[in-house]
């Protein structure tokens, strides 16, 4: 058992919730760029369980939409019986439900990769957590009625803009297979732990996917149209999938299981003695059923503690109590298994997008007596 204090491990949920204080260094997030704007969490947001708001990771593809409650509406159409348009109001007076939800961006850890693939070089920082509470999808969709013979439901945010060079001006638009979209947990959110949903992550309503890497959750939410055919578009065949050597492609859904160490960090010295390491892990929509460590460069794995709340969507703090056997340089590693049995990779399988980068990490420590 670890002997070490973590701040937030052993406290019930509820109060994880009330420890959160919305201005907790509010404008220290790290920047990757300024317009539009894109910024990684810092790794002290790492201790806390939930991220406050002000840390909680920032991927935009275009400007940040100006959009006021009162005019804003929620329109549905397309396989309906009927065309609906819903106000901020009217949506929640639906039943509410509030879920914490790891979200992680695709493209976290891109800069990992050797050789290098080009899109914003993100460390580890793309990944963040919070108490979303909203409405289910399937119950909006129920107001129109779903017609026969429905495949899809597509998303469009009310940002836009030119997604790449030479690409033609679009709106964010993806879309999720139905049973997805009927699924119960995945929800239309209106707050981030306990507050009104901030302007950068999709006010006054963004659709939240539970389990799905980020790119999923579409942030300031326009229109949503009920398909039935499958949608093709520039954020679901250009970007945000995985190609393999033929060069077929499969689009990105579920978080690949993962760890990362958060202390000690590359570089640091310890002295002789216990030392306590310290991590998350987390995985599309399964809980960690365990985390192991290994401080010999990967040839023995011991399992760790872990600590904090377990919770499907969310991610798990861990703790690992090491005694160094003698002073030196040590490669400390950690590797995560879902409660399905999925094992984190030893390595990230490289892919030109630069996507799903979920291999064992390895952490160098120097020991002095
Ligand atoms: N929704 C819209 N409308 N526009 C966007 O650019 N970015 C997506 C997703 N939803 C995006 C969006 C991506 S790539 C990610 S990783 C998440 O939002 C990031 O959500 P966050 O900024 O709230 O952390």
């Known amino acids: ?44 947001a790492f201790d806390n369980w939930l991220t406050p708001n002000p840390l909680f990771y920032v991927r935009n593809h275009f400007d940040i939409p100006d959009i006021h409650c009162s005019e804003w509406r929620l329109r549905i159409d397309g396989v309906v019986s009927r065309n609906s348009e819903l106000t901020l109001d009217e949506l929640k007076e639906l039943p509410r439900v509030t879920l914490p939800i790891t979200m992680e961006c695709a493209g976290n850890n891109r800069s990992d990769l050797d050789p290098p693939a080009p899109g914003n070089q993100f460390q580890n920082g793309a990944v963040s957590t919070a108490y979303w509470a909203g409405v289910r999808l399937k119950d909006v969709l129920a107001i129109s009625g779903i017609g026969d013979g429905a495949e899809e439901v597509l998303f469009e945010g009310h940002d836009h803009g030119s997604p790449a060079p030479g690409e033609p001006e679009m709106p ?54 009920v398909l039935d055919m499958n949608y093709e578009g520039f954020f679901q065949t250009d970007r945000y999938i995985i190609e393999d050597e ?38 599309g929509g399964e809980r960690i059923a365990a985390v192991e460590v290994s401080c010999d460069g990967g040839e023995t794995w011991t399992r760790a503690d872990v600590v904090g709340p377990s919770e499907r969507y969310a991610w798990q703090h861990w703790h690992y109590s090491w005694t160094p056997p003698a002073p030196g340089e040590y490669s400390l590693m950690s590797r995560a298994i879902d409660a399905r049995g999925k094992v984190q990779p030893m390595k990230t399988h490289w892919n030109r997008l630069g996507y799903m980068v979920n291999g064992v990490r390895s952490v160098t420590v120097s020991v002095r007596a």
């Open 1 to 44: 058992m670890c002997n070490c204090t973590c701040i937030r491990a052993g406290l019930s949920v509820s109060t994880q919730v009330a420890q959160i204080r919305p201005d907790d260094n509010p404008k220290s997030l790290v920047t990757i760029e300024r317009e539009p704007m894109i910024g990684e969490a810092p790794q002290r």
């Open 172 to 225: 964010y638009l993806r879309s999720l297979p139905i049973d997805v979209a009927m699924h119960p947990d995945t929800l239309l959110v209106y707050e981030m732990n306990g507050q009104a949903l901030p302007k950068e992550h999709g006010h006054p309503i963004r659709l939240m996917v539970p389990g799905w890497y980020g790119m999923a959750s579409v942030k300031w939410l326009k229109r949503i149209t």
């Open 246 to 283: 033929t060069g077929s492609t499969v689009p990105l859904t579920n978080i690949g299981v993962k760890s990362v160490i958060g202390s000690p960090s590359e570089g640091d010295t310890v002295r002789m003695g216990k030392v306590c390491v310290k991590g998350t892990a987390w995985s």
